[in-house]
């Protein structure tokens, strides 16, 4: 019977697509370290932010992990702290203080950073 058939075959088929659908954008998101890196530094990123340990700011690991947690808002999260400077609480002292405002709009320069910073 056909509609046997049909059961079998339409999983199979929409796994495929959506498997398709999810590998797309990391093929084609491919992170330029040397420039997320470069803008990191020049706005002085690191000051607060170290790979592996606290600072002033939480580790870059710990905010991957953080992050990496709702994938589907990560990206959005970072966008919006690098450009509208929320209060941020400072780990060191308690302090409460603007988040630092990155000095650049280009998205795409910002995406990628935000890339670099999810891979930790
Ligand atoms: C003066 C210290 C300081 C500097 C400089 C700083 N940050 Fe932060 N950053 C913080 C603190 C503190 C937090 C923690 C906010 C919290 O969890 O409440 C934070 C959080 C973040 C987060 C996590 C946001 C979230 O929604 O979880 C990201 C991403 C981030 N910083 C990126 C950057 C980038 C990129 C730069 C450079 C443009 C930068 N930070 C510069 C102190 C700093």
Redesign the pocket.
């Given at each position: 019977m056909k509609t046997f058939a049909m059961h079998r075959i339409l999983p199979a088929a929409l796994l495929a697509i959506s498997s398709v659908a999810f590998s797309l954008p990391a093929a084609s998101q491919a992170v330029d370290e040397e420039a997320a890196k470069a803008l990191?530094k020049r706005?002085?990123?690191g000051?607060?932010?170290h790979p592996t340990r606290d600072k002033?700011?939480?580790s870059l690991q710990k905010?991957a992990k953080?992050?990496n947690k709702k994938p589907a808002e990560a990206m959005n999260?970072?966008i919006?702290?690098?450009t509208t400077g929320p209060k941020?609480?400072?780990?060191d002292d308690g302090k409460e203080?603007e988040?630092?405002?990155?000095d650049t709009k280009d998205e795409k320069q910002i995406r990628n950073?935000?890339q670099w910073?999810l891979k930790h």
């Open positions: 990191f706005n002085d990123c000051k607060c932010h002033k700011g939480p905010v953080e992050l999260r970072i919006k702290n690098a941020v609480k400072l780990l203080e988040h630092k405002i990155i950073l935000g910073i």
